[in-house]
């Protein structure tokens, strides 16, 4: 029921919104996937599925289609091995959103038994938005379910993207760690705005990447 009504009030939103408001290219959003080697196959699948069944969802695609938002997907691991997965694409078409999704799903997975690189991830992904710099806002959307424990400080990382304009937002997947949502929201994000969903499980991923893409793509078209 809830659902639901949240689609209502979106798509309500999305219909009112005024064109001349909108820029070409409102949001550049990056999508950054942690498969570490403390994710097995499973929760791998969990998160892949879980973001393609997140971007399908028909408030978050006409979210994503109003503002011609530009998506690429990141997986990250440790120092030195992050992967663009899907290059940027704009979402100028319920079709786009579709058939991102659809890579997404089925991105092979890069590494599955390397460490934890945070800041390295971040340093990584920020370097590919000079492909989208006509886009009024840069979002690094970082899931993870664990601490950093290699390469550059994430927090030292974090503020000098927030200086450059950038909002980092956080996932936090429980699930094993303890007090992983206080590590991100106090290491890893920052800039205006920025905040940090936790799912305390893997089966929780779904429900919550699904919320966080909503409040990435309301606030900045509201």
Request: net charge negative.
């Amino acid at each position: 029921m809830m659902k639901r009504l949240i689609h209502l009030i979106l798509g309500l939103a999305v219909w009112l919104l005024p064109t001349t408001s909108i820029a070409a290219c409102s949001i550049a959003l990056a999508l950054t996937v942690d498969v570490s080697g403390s994710i097995n196959e499973r929760e791998y699948r969990l998160q892949m599925d879980g973001l393609a069944e997140a971007l399908r969802d028909p408030a978050v695609a006409d979210a994503l289609v109003a503002s011609e938002v530009a998506l690429i997907l990141v997986q990250w691991s440790g120092a030195g091995r992050q992967e663009v997965s899907v290059p940027w694409r704009r979402m100028v078409s319920h079709s786009d959103v579709a058939e991102f999704a659809d890579l997404a799903q089925t991105a092979p997975r890069a590494w599955n038994v390397f460490s934890t690189g945070i800041g390295d991830a971040l340093l990584f992904t920020s370097a590919q938005f000079d492909e989208v710099a006509d886009c009024e806002h840069k979002v690094i959307d970082v899931s993870g379910d664990g601490y950093s424990n290699e390469g550059s400080d994430p927090l030292e990382v974090a503020q000098m993207l927030a200086s450059q304009g950038f909002q980092i937002n956080g996932l936090a997947i429980e699930d094993d760690e303890f007090e992983l949502t206080a590590y991100f929201k106090h290491n890893v994000v920052a800039g205006e705005a920025a905040f940090v969903f936790t799912a305390e499980t893997y089966a929780d991923y779904p429900r919550t990447i699904w919320r966080k893409l909503l409040s990435e793509l309301i606030v900045p078209i509201s």
